[in-house]
């Protein structure tokens, strides 16, 4: 089953953009690449996801390197209430999720 | 607006116990999950169910099943509550997705358990 690997941490200035990255290198050809946040003490909530385009929505954007191999979700503009985990996930055998231990966004004022 | 809730945001017991964890949706997903959180560990998959009365093990099922009677509610169960049970659970649904493609999850609120 195709795996994800994230930063632990990452630090973004309030009102700037923020480029979260994720590799998946083991990644199959009809494998979606899904994004989710947790914010605190919620659970997690559905931000984007995509197959091989570009995707934009309301809440944010992802960008699919050509290869498939790495994405990158990218937050136009960071505010407080961006503050969470990240998780950039890959279903696996059943349309099973593995959420792993995601990026922790921290937005400084 | 989607909806998922669980029967307590807290819940606190002492080893040994049976308990329940409830969760209903009201979108007529197929597919329920049930995970539990732990700091470092991030979300890990315990059961998850495709239709009703079908259950599949996710990566921890060990000390725990699960009942799905009606397609809205899927039930966690701790035969015997044991202090490492002690986590945030978190139940989810979702449409039905050919395989890969993985459907939108939508989750509830938590549980946090205290098992004493």
Redesign the interface.
Same mark, same amino acid.
């Given at each position: 089953d195709a795996k994800t690997t994230q930063p632990n941490s990452m630090e973004s200035n309030e009102e700037e953009p923020v480029h979260l990255p994720c590799n998946h290198s083991t990644i199959?050809g009809?494998?979606?690449i899904?994004w /989710?946040r947790q914010l605190p003490?919620? %659970?997690?909530?559905?931000v984007i996801?995509g197959l091989t385009s570009n995707v934009n929505n309301r809440m944010a954007s992802l960008a699919i390197a050509e290869d498939r191999k790495s994405s990158t979700l990218i937050l136009h503009r960071a505010t407080l209430r961006d503050a969470a985990v990240y /998780?950039c996930?890959?279903?696996n055998t %059943?349309?099973?999720?593995?959420?792993?231990?995601?990026t922790s966004l921290t937005v400084i004022p | 607006d989607v909806k998922v809730t669980q029967s307590s945001r807290y819940l606190v017991k002492r080893t040994g116990e049976k308990v329940f964890l409830e969760c209903v949706q009201d979108m007529d997903h197929e597919n329920m999950f049930w995970y539990r959180q732990d700091p470092g560990l991030g979300l890990r998959l315990i059961y998850f169910s495709y239709d009703v009365k079908m259950k599949e093990k996710g990566d921890i099922p060990e000390g725990y099943s699960v009942s799905r009677e009606k397609k809205e509610r899927f039930s966690l169960i701790l035969e015997s509550a044991s202090t490492n049970q002690t986590s945030m659970y978190l139940c989810a649904s979702s449409l039905w997705t050919p395989w890969g493609r993985g459907e939108t999850q939508y989750f509830g609120p938590g549980t946090r358990l205290l098992v004493l």
């Open positions: 199959s009809t494998d979606y899904h /989710y003490s919620q %659970g997690p909530e559905y996801h /998780y996930i890959l279903p %059943g349309n099973q999720f593995y959420f792993g231990t995601g | -």
